[in-house]
């Protein structure tokens, strides 16, 4: 019985590939079957690590033309570099709410240039920090680790902020979809679409697994 108001979809992180044949990487996504991939953009301050920038994602683009490129900055400033990105083919922008900075007029900007628009809460942060922001957006992204570096242990008091993330959508209406980032894996998943979540972002357990469109489908299976 699906808890979601939407469809479950894996969205394997390509940070988790092959840096050195991102295009490979891309291939193995594609080849799960899936319709979504997860760029992370970081910029060395927000988070401790650099990953890469909009002409990387420039140049996987063309690569693919179906696939859902949901792009996750990780920038202290992203309202300075969104629309980098946007002119560099991403489908969604994801900005988190902790860094000072507009969110508001940056949220409303990528939907007026016909992009979909998505807030990050990191696991410390409180969903109350949304509050002011979900109707104003396409996804709520509960980050389930600290962002920064893919391969990190899931962080399971997360699943109370997932709970009331999907609770509230129901009790007001609103349509933003549920995704999770990190530490994500056939064993976390299910736990996390139990409690409302549709949109599972996975790097490193999609990349380490032997068959990608199995590791797929275990993670889009109905609670
Ligand atoms: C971490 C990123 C995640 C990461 C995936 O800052 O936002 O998307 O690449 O994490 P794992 O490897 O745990 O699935
Ligand atoms: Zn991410």
Known sequence: MPVSPHPLVCAPSILGGHHDNLAGSLERVRASGTSWVHLDIMDGHF??????????????????????????????????????????????IIIHVEPFYPIRKTLD??????????LALNPDTPFARALPFLPHIDLLLCMTV????????????????????????????????????????????????????????AGTA???D????????????EP
Not at 70 to 92: I, S
Not at 109 to 118: K, N, P, S, T, Y
Not at 164 to 181: F, K, P, S, T
Not at 210 to 221: E, G, H, I, N, W
């Open 109 to 118: 900007a990528i939907r007026e240039h016909g992009l979909r628009c998505g």
């Open 146 to 201: 600290q962002p920064g570096f893919g391969g990190q242990s899931f962080r399971e008091e997360v699943l109370g902020k997932i709970d009331e993330a999907h609770q509230h959508r129901l009790d007001h209406d609103l349509g933003y979809r549920i995704e999770v980032d990190g530490g994500i894996d056939r064993t976390t998943a299910p736990r996390c679409t139990a409690a409302g979540a549709d949109t599972l972002v």
């Open 47 to 92: 988070v401790p690590n650099l990953s890469f920038g909009p002409q990387t994602v420039a140049a996987l683009r063309p690569l693919d033309r179906d696939l859902f490129f949901d792009v996750h900055l990780m920038l202290t400033r992203p309202d300075h570099y969104w629309e980098a990105f946007a002119k560099a083919g991403a489908d969604e």
């Open 206 to 208: 999609f990349f380490h």
């Open 210 to 221: 032997p068959d990608p469109a199995a590791f797929r489908t275990a993670l889009t299976r």
